[in-house]
């Protein structure tokens, strides 16, 4: 008999199978297999096959999460998981309104309906907003006028919608379908009619969980249905309270435009709070942010696992950047660290730093929200989470490469080009994020690898802090390089600074003590501030440096302006040569106030990212990256 070949999935395949098999049986050895009729049976055994074997296939990958392609498999596993996917959200702005009311009325309250509508135009398109609940208010005197005063008034973008259901035999957990792709799960507020006769409103919470459901707990659930539209479900009369028939399951949502919304920093309102008379000032106090599609495949794949891992809780470092990455599609990443890790130990408390997605901003009603809903009910007793800000280090860097051109036909500048898009992929690909380290041979190899004909890379790095002086007043001005540095490398961009009632021109350098000796350079130093036009000393104790931890403080600094384009000051200095791996795990010592009381500064909240600065040589700035192109000299 012979054998049969069960690897091929190809149609052709399949069927130029199925022929030599046939073939190579007696019955069949003198058969013209291209006749018409046995041609026909042989496609459609082999059609029948491909199918079965297609579909098989296709079956598999779906039933995992790594291969499943299908958004519904994906979200079906992930549901699994006890995740669910994260719905769009709506771009939400906070407003102060302060209404003076006509003569004609006659209340000493007055309420914020959440159905009045405030409008804003971005790019020629309108969009609505609604304020999260309503407000209420009492008349207040401000400067010897009585006004009604809102403050605080969360708006959200996109439009009100109402589904109701009645509840039928087989449905009492539901689920109520909220047939529209744009839903902003946040929003949805669930109740519950008696019945048609019985008016009476019973509002359900929502729930994520089952730890504190009892059987007549009044929570609904939310999941992705197979249709990629987001339902409501109830409970079983054990985990939440079940419906009965006759119920009218009443649901309200705002349905957005997500990301389009963002931006938006005037808004118009209604007219007529209290009557046609009236007199009323709307201000902005954060612009409207927070707008995001519904979350990809991708990142569903990717948060889903994680999310299990943390089985509802938030102990472990991974379970708080779980919990916070699969509840706000603002963060792009996040960085968490124990207290322990402060020095000296700060017990009891957990630093979070959030950097948001490129364009996108993360309000202090975004870190309160994430707070209180998603790790402190999560969290143990008497651990306290406080949130630092991302610091930003930059690095920059000249890099010269040598190449062989007898193995490349590419010209110096292709090749200088080709080694600065490896330079730009390594940063969008390995840094741009907290937690992410800069390994200098780890570059140096890519850079190596960008052509066959380049034998040699040699990087000279800058790190660069950046700061925002204060005009016309003097300040201390701490920067934390967190890196060893190399002394005589301080240097800055000029800027105008007050020194003795006079103004000049200068930059900052720095001198390193007697102390400070080949080859190690531990130790400290000064601070000096130079003159532009003369490069002579005009302030010789402007600050401190301590070359081994990267700590330059700037003493009573008065700037009074900046040169050139830029906005800041930016004081760059050279890594120590037993110091070109930068890394954020880097800890910072503590610095102590007059009275001894220890103040924790942020450990992990630096983002190492890519100095794109434009060479501007009369303020001293240079390129962020250049790179230069040397053909090697004959080595015979």
């Known amino acids: 008999m012979a054998t049969k070949n069960l690897t091929e999935l190809d149609f052709d395949g399949i069927r130029n199978n199925l022929k030599l098999y046939l073939q190579s049986q007696e019955e069949f050895s003198d058969y013209d297999f291209e006749a018409s009729g046995l041609t026909v049976l ?8 491909h199918y079965n074997a297609f579909l098989a296939h296709m079956t598999a990958n779906e039933a995992f999460l790594d291969s499943a392609i299908k958004r519904n498999s994906v979200a079906s596993i992930a549901k699994t998981m006890g ?9 939400r702005a906070t407003i102060n309104l302060e209404i003076v009311p006509d003569v004609s009325y006659n209340s000493s309250s007055l309420t914020l309906s959440r159905n009045t509508i405030f409008s804003t135009t971005i790019q020629g398109k309108t969009y609505s907003f609604f304020p999260k609940q309503d407000y209420t208010t009492t008349l207040t005197t401000v400067s010897g006028v009585e006004k009604f005063v809102f403050t605080g008034v969360e708006i959200i973008e996109g439009l009100r919608v109402v589904n109701s259901e009645i509840v039928e035999a087989g449905g009492l957990q539901g689920p109520v379908l909220m047939a529209n792709p744009k839903v902003d799960t946040t929003t949805v507020r669930c109740r519950v009619q008696e019945s048609l006769t019985n008016t009476n409103l019973v ?9 504190d459901a009892t059987a007549s707990s009044k929570i609904f659930y939310i999941e992705e249905a197979l249709n990629g539209f987001y339902q409501v479900t109830f409970g079983d009369g054990v985990l939440g309270s079940s419906l009965a028939v006759g119920n009218i399951v009443r649901l309200d949502y705002i349905a957005t435009n997500a990301s389009e919304a963002n931006g938006a920093t005037t808004f118009t309102y209604p007219t007529n709070f209290t009557g046609s008379n009236e007199s009323t000032t709307l201000t902005v106090t954060s612009p409207s942010a927070g707008g995001a599609e519904q979350e990809t495949v991708d990142s569903i794949r990717f948060n889903a696992p994680r999310f299990n891992a943390t089985k509802n809780r938030a102990v472990t470092a991974n379970d708080y950047k779980s919990l916070i990455l699969s509840s706000n599609p603002n963060v792009k990443s996040v960085a968490v660290w124990g207290g322990e890790d402060n020095d000296p130990p700060m017990y009891g408390k957990v630093f979070v730093s959030l950097q948001p997605n490129a364009g996108l901003v993360i309000t202090q009603d975004d870190k309160d929200t994430i707070l209180r809903d998603f790790i402190e009910p999560r969290q143990p007793i008497s651990i306290r989470t406080e949130f630092v800000d ?4 930059y690095i920059g860097m000249t890099v010269g490469v040598n190449y062989d051109s007898k193995v490349t036909l ?9 080694v600065n898009d490896t330079i730009n992929a390594y940063f969008n690909n390995t840094l741009n994020t907290l937690d992410a380290n800069f390994y200098y041979s780890k570059l140096t190899s890519e850079i190596i690898k960008t052509s066959t004909s380049i034998v040699s890379a040699n990087l000279e790095l800058r790190i660069q802090k950046r700061f925002t002086p204060t005009i016309g007043r003097e300040m201390l001005y701490p920067l934390y390089f967190n890196n060893k540095l190399q002394p005589g490398t301080i240097t800055s961009n000029y800027f105008n600074a007050i020194i003795n009632t006079a103004t000049y021109n200068v930059y900052i350098t720095d001198v390193a003590n007697a102390n400070v000796v080949a080859p190690l350079y531990n130790g400290s130093g000064t601070i000096v501030i130079k003159s532009v036009a003369t490069n002579e000393i005009l302030n010789s104790n402007a600050g401190t440096i301590n070359y081994d931890t990267g700590v330059v403080t700037l003493n009573s600094l008065n700037v009074s302006s900046i040169a050139g384009s830029v906005t800041n000051i930016r004081v760059s200095a050279q890594p120590h040569e037993s110091a070109k791996d930068i890394k954020t795990e880097n800890l910072r010592r503590v610095s ?33 990256i250049s790179v230069t192109a040397t053909p090697k000299v004959s080595d015979y």
């Open 390 to 393: 991302p610091e930003f280090t």
């Open 410 to 418: 590419l010209s110096s500048g292709q090749i200088q080009t080709a």
């Open 203 to 211: 509002t359900y919470t929502f729930s994520d969980n089952i730890l």
């Open 592 to 624: 102590e106030t007059s009275s001894s009381a220890v103040i924790p500064q942020a450990s992990k909240n630096i983002i190492l990212t890519q100095d794109l600065s434009s060479a501007d040589i009369p303020n001293n700035i240079l390129t962020g």
């Open 42 to 49: 042989l496609d459609l055994l082999a059609y029948n096959t």
């Open 83 to 91: 995740y669910t996917a994260r719905s769009a959200r709506a771009a």
